[in-house]
């Protein structure tokens, strides 16, 4: 098993890109990528996509993509876990480098999706969840969120104004990425008074959907001789799962998915959660905050909102989340996300975060879900010293 | 790099399942695989599928399979390239278990696509195309294929009744397979009157669509202490691509991206084109056995039709194709055919194929494409001595 570094990354502005096709989006990523990494060539392409079928009446995503950014030739294919499809797709171009396959990868994660013509995005989204049990029974994804955080207010007596800071530092950090969505501050009073989306998640709870793209390039560690820049390794990735519906688990309040791909990245890269200095969770939904910290070890069952109460989750505090603007912020295009999160570990590890950039910033943690903490992938990023 | 052997291979027939769910479908050929193999456990699953989302509003795929057969919990993602998603699955598992990630891996192709209520299957199809400058232009997925088809005729001088032996073989080669869609043999006569579907293409050129899915195990060579049956392995692993639209290639009659993937696979296996003892190639429409069998070296370039008509691709002759009857009449389950082809060119190696097993089997290769010749993957297996 070779070892595997990310010598490039490239990312659009989420927005709703109007302007440009699903292929231009992607175009734009992948070719910053390319050149931050300097490279000329690569083997192959995993573009990680959920809903492209749906809203762009595009598959065949891997040829398609390649086709257009002169890739032409390249050992491509399509990877989909939903809204984790974008981890999905560097686990799988993690996968192809460290096998030997290939010595130089893209993965790149894409959606397109405030602008379709066939489907509603929440019936796109919706088939994240289980079509047969929940969708088609009129659950849509956030009504199925907001039933787990009814339940977990209801079991932990925490309040809904308990889980404010997770939305408000995320508004916070986003404010100082020139790639976020919404890069305006939230108060406590705004949190408070946001319109209901569905009890009681409210429209300060859920990330805003949105075009992007974010890209990485992926060689083994043996292939680089010198770098101009701290050069970052992948020292973890794993995926796990749970069952699809929420009502099948005995506990509908604990990501079972999220702490085994955890542990399981913590093993691979030897460390343990005081080790990791960032952690870029998935916060889809505010509750998706609380619920990843405790799964990942970073506090007790039923105590997540707790970091947020007490400040641990800001930059300077003991755990750092969603430091670019997480989903809440710099906004949530879902098979891009997963995409996103690394990237921006990547910036952090670097010291590219700008005026985002924390003091410490050695490991980092990407975790990305797909569905209602279905497919949980687990990345650990390190600076090479 | 490690050597990776198939210990298991399930399925279902190809049929309208109009009775069962998708992960039904997926699920049968999954236990069957499993139950082959004998195994108690699996690391992963791969699922390659083309339009779940489009048909069943499932998307998610590798958990909701996952969930459903027993392995909650696996690293799962679902891989998409079109029609090529089957074998796009198979390398990914192949990646995952040569690389050292996983001891165990599960791949699975599965489609259900005769019942759906969202969409046409038509324009379902149209998706592996380019959708911006080939289907929104009023081309169907067959229409693309039949320009193709008149071209070559055009250009090299065949005749339309010349490609009848594809279909005639497929169709003989299918009464002894179970598991195929249509399993009558067709005449010279029945290929020449067939109804027309887009000229030249006609009823009898086409592959039949339908609802199915095909397993296999995956597992270290180094692993295996012990088999009950003659064992394969994969020799030889590879994907290349071409422009995803057919009207931007120098040659819209040269699949160049079966040649480049054959030729890593031929080198990865330490094979030629002589070697090869069955070629399962994806013929969704007998020009492309034509176009295939020239690209991958067993035909000169212009000439794949003589094979044909010589009967070089029967059971019994040079290069036996479809031998349980291809796409054309085993059907085309368009996400699960990579994964059919793999399994027949295991029960092929294995002396498992029935009445329709070839007199020599050592060494098979199977070949997936996704659009119009777009994304091509191609497998070589090995009987080991």
């Not at 955890?262 to 200095?277: C, F, H, T």
Request: hydrophobic share 45%; aromatic share 6%.
């Amino acid at each position: 098993m070779r070892h595997v570094a990310v010598i490039g990354i490239g990312q659009t502005p989420v927005d709703e890109h109007w302007e440009f096709s699903l292929r231009e989006i992607a175009g734009k990523a992948v070719m910053a990528a390319i050149q931050d990494a300097g490279i000329g060539h690569a083997d192959g392409l995993f573009v990680g996509n959920m809903m492209s079928g749906l809203i762009s009446k595009q598959e065949n995503l891997g040829v398609h993509l390649a086709d257009w950014i002169g890739l032409t030739g390249a050992d491509t294919m399509k990877i989909e876990s939903a809204c984790g499809s974008g981890a999905s797709a560097f686990r799988a171009a993690v996968l192809a480098v460290s096998s030997g396959f290939m010595d130089c990868a893209i993965a790149v994660g894409v959606e397109k999706m405030t602008e379709n013509v066939m489907v509603e995005t929440t019936s796109a989204l919706a088939t994240a969840a289980d079509a047969d049990y929940e969708a088609d029974m009129g659950l849509s994804f956030v009504a199925i969120n907001a039933l787990v955080m009814q339940r977990y207010l209801h079991v932990y007596k925490w309040k809904h104004t308990d889980f404010a800071n997770f939305s408000i530092n995320a508004h916070a950090n986003a404010v100082n990425n020139p790639n976020a969505r919404l890069r305006e501050p939230i108060t406590l009073a705004d949190y408070q008074k946001a319109r209901m989306v569905a009890e009681p998640i409210n429209l300060l709870d859920a990330s805003p959907i949105g075009d992007g793209a974010a890209a990485a390039v992926l060689v083994p560690l043996s292939s680089v001789k010198f770098s101009r820049r701290p050069l970052v390794v992948v020292a973890g990735s794993a995926t796990a799962t749970d069952t699809i519906a929420v009502h099948s688990r005995s506990d509908p309040l604990w990501l079972t998915a999220a702490e085994k791909s955890a542990k399981s990245a913590y093993q691979q890269a030897g460390v343990s959660p005081e080790d990791i200095d960032l952690f870029e969770l998935h916060d889809a939904f505010s509750i998706m905050s609380a619920l990843s910290l405790e799964a990942c070890g970073f506090a007790e069952r039923g105590k997540g909102p707790q970091l947020a109460l007490d400040g641990d989750i800001f930059p300077t505090g003991r755990i750092p989340i969603t430091t670019l603007g997480g989903l809440k912020a710099r906004g949530h295009p879902v098979g891009a996300t997963g995409m996103y999160q690394i990237i921006e570990v990547v910036q952090q590890l670097r010291g590219e975060a700008g005026a985002a950039q924390l003091e410490k910033a050695e490991i980092g943690m990407a975790q990305n879900i797909g569905g209602s903490g279905a497919t949980i992938t687990t990345h650990i990023l390190k600076k090479v010293k």
